[in-house]
C-alpha cells in the first residue's frame, strides 16, 4: 500500500511539474479593417522588428504593419519593406520611425506579408508616447496574404474591426 502511495504522489509531482507554455501564440485574421479616417500624424511610434536567425537569408515580400490601443486607435503602416535598403535579413534588427493617431497602451499588433520567398520574425517592440515599450513574440513564419499576430485587448480591439 505505501509504494502505491509513493508511486501515485511521484506521478502526480512529476505531471504537476511539466512546463506548459504561457507565451501566447500568433493567430491570423482574414482581414482587418484600416481605418484611415483617424489622423495620420500625430504622434510619432518607433518600432523595432528583430528577424529570426531561422528566417531565409533574405525576403523581397511585401511587409506591412497595424497595431492599436484597446479603444480602437490604430495605427498603420502600409509597406515596411525596402529590398533596396537590405530591410528583413536573417539575425538582422529593422528600426522604423512611424508616425500615426496617438494611442493608449499598445495592445494588439499584426503583420501582413504578401509575397514568395517567406519571412520569420522574432519579435516586434513598439514605443509609443503614452505607453509602455511593448513586445510581441512571433518566431514563427508569417503566412502569406493574411494579417497575423496578437491581440491582448480586453475592451472593443482590433477584431472587433474585422470584416467578414
Known sequence: MGAL??????????????????????????SLKI???????????????????SSTRYTRDRISLSFGDAYGNQVYAPRLDNPGSRAFERCSTDTFQIYGPCTYQICYLYL??????????????????????VTFYYNVMIPSNMWYGFNHCYRRTATSFAMK
Open 112 to 133: 501582413y506579408r504578401s509575397g514568395y520567398d517567406g519571412w520569420m520574425p522574432y519579435d516586434v517592440t513598439v514605443h509609443g508616447y503614452n505607453s509602455q515599450p
Open 5 to 30: 502511495f509513493l508511486l501515485l504522489l511521484s506521478a502526480f509531482i512529476f505531471s504537476s511539474s511539466e512546463s506548459r507554455s504561457i507565451i501566447p501564440r500568433p493567430h491570423s485574421l482574414s
Open 35 to 53: 481605418n484611415t479616417t483617424q489622423n495620420a500624424g500625430t504622434c510619432s511610434f518607433t518600432v523595432s522588428i528583430r528577424t529570426s536567425c
